[in-house]
């Protein structure tokens, strides 16, 4: 008869993979902002103690352009990061309103068809009344002439 196995350590592997997945998400932001921070500092620091003064043509045009490079590059990087996301969510929001809009375009042919087949009986019931009403005055017709016959 076997007995049933204890849990293994890597029976939580997965859930606690999804939280390192989301701890990592979570710090790579402030990660890369505390590295571009030092980078800079450490340009700024070269910079004073004239380290740099024989690459000052390469240094200033970095030191000028490279807050705009550094917003640029976020900015691809959120566009990178949050794009996909994005996109097949309104992916997934035009083929719900595809569908929507093939589910009223079923429906209303339906029911243009259903006011298509009231016309239709309308029409023939106005014709059975037409009809009806020229089968009484026929009959009205035979009554009175009945009744002239009779009393003649």
Do not use: C
């Not at 196995?5 to 990660?31: D, E, I, L, M, Y």
């Not at 103690?49 to 043509?57: C, H, I, P, R, T």
């Not at 014709?127 to 020229?134: A, F, P, S």
């Amino acid at each position: 008869m076997k007995h049933p196995q204890p849990a293994s350590p890597n029976s939580t592997a997965p859930a606690s993979s999804a939280q390192n997945g989301g701890f990592r998400k979570a710090v790579a932001p402030a990660a890369g902002a505390l590295v571009g921070t030092s980078a800079m500092v450490l340009l700024v620091e070269l910079a004073r103690s004239g380290a740099l003064e024989q690459y000052k043509d390469v240094v200033a045009p970095l030191i000028g352009w490279g807050p705009g490079l550094l917003i640029l590059m976020s900015f691809l990087w959120l566009a990178h990061s949050y794009a996909p996301p994005l996109i097949e969510s309104q992916r997934s929001t035009a083929t719900a309103l595809q569908r929507l809009a093939d589910t009223v375009e079923h429906n209303a042919t339906n029911q243009h068809d259903l006011v298509l087949a009231m016309q239709v009986n309308s029409d023939k019931l106005e014709q059975l009344r037409g009809t009806v009403n020229d089968l009484q005055e026929h009959v009205q017709q035979l009554k009175e002439d009945w009744r002239n016959g009779r009393t003649q």
